[in-house]
T-cell receptor, first 112, second 112 residues
């Protein structure tokens, strides 16, 4: 089944404790993105990647890192999480940049 | 990318057609109209997209006016599972980040 998977689905952590949210797609897609969703602010893009080893900032990259060492994986790294990064995170992928994006199920992160 | 305007909420009776309007009066020639929906904090789901011709797939139909300043998403036989927030998004082919800008959307409530 074609899908985007994210892990973990739920995470509660404390300020400053490094964490990684994994994202994997099995559709051989070139493009992958990370979004965060907050009440009243909609979905905002954090980082995107057009291909392996090619990443760039989206609208709200501060406090996040990403890497794209393999085509299927696009982990989101929070080196020193803070409470303002409490949010619902979605990973997405698409075959080409004008094609539809497939979203993962989301990761609900709480930083205390 | 052009801005879109959608009604905040709509109701529809189960089994009837749901017609969701979207205004995008500043759309330019290379910009596509996309529709996504999000069911209660799940990952957004692609529905359909089009450039200037009407489009139909197994989920919905997209009607774009001749001047392309507005469009309507039609769910021909709405079910309770179609209750969701529906997002109309306009994006161009030069959007290198493949970023989708989600506005407020229309909250569709399908009632028995």
């Amino acid at each position: 089944e074609a899908q985007v998977t994210q892990n973990p689905r739920y995470l509660i952590t404390v300020t400053g404790k490094k964490l990684t949210v994994t994202c994997s797609q099995n559709m051989n897609h070139e493009y992958m993105s990370w979004y965060r969703q907050d009440p009243g602010l909609g979905l905002r893009q954090i980082y995107y990647s057009m291909n392996v080893e090619v990443t760039d900032k989206g609208d709200v990259p501060e406090g996040y890192k990403v890497s794209r060492k393999e085509k299927r994986n696009f982990p989101l790294i929070l080196e020193s999480p803070s409470p303002n990064q409490t949010s619902l995170y979605f990973c997405a992928s698409s075959e080409l940049f004008i094609y539809e994006q497939f979203f993962g199920p989301g990761t609900r992160l709480t930083v205390l | 990318d052009a801005k879109t305007t959608q009604p905040t909420s709509m109701d529809c009776a189960e089994g009837r057609a749901a017609n969701l309007p979207c205004n995008h009066s500043t759309i330019s020639g290379n910009e596509y109209v996309y529709w996504y929906r999000q069911i209660h904090s799940q990952g957004p789901q692609y529905i359909i997209h089009g450039l200037k011709n009407n489009e139909t797939n197994e989920m919905a139909s997209l009607i774009i006016t001749e001047d392309r300043k507005s469009s309507t998403l039609i769910l021909p036989h709405a079910t309770l599972r179609d209750t969701a927030v529906y997002y109309c998004i306009v994006r161009g082919t030069n959007n290198a980040g493949n970023m989708l800008t989600f506005g407020g959307g229309t909250r569709l409530m399908v009632k028995p």
